[in-house]
């Protein structure tokens, strides 16, 4: 079993910065890609970013690409989302989520594992 934690989610401002974190504990063995989604009310779970879990290669999505940035930090099984520039739409639940199998996969029904969720709220 994988479990993981989200951290770092807050209000700020629009042209604010956020850094969210996850944590990744457990059998990570399987483990290929962790990524981050968001979701707001009504609307699917849409990837942000994912990364493999060697950290070698990195997706992110155009509607942030340029402000968000995804890392990995091995050593410590943790992954971070660092959010510039914010927008009252970027305004979601965010989630981190672990695959195994494939790794090429934004699609969040092929992740096996989530965790609860952090809140962004950005004003404009």
């Known amino acids: 079993q994988v479990h993981l934690a989200e951290s770092g989610g807050g209000r700020v401002q629009a042209g604010g910065s956020l850094r969210l974190s996850c944590s990744i504990v457990?059998?990570?063995?399987?483990?290929?890609?962790v990524g981050w989604f968001r979701q707001t009310p009504g609307m699917e779970r849409e990837c942000v970013g994912r990364i493999t879990w060697n950290g070698a290669h990195t997706y992110v999505a155009d509607a942030v690409k340029g402000r968000f940035t995804i890392s990995r930090e091995n050593d410590k099984n943790m992954m971070y989302l660092q959010m510039n520039d914010l927008a009252p739409q970027d305004t979601a639940l965010y989630y981190c989520g672990a695959k195994r199998g494939n790794s090429n996969s934004e699609n969040p029904q092929h992740y096996d594992y989530w965790g609860q969720g952090t809140q962004v709220t950005v004003s404009s």
């Open positions: 457990g059998n990570t063995a399987d483990i290929t890609a």
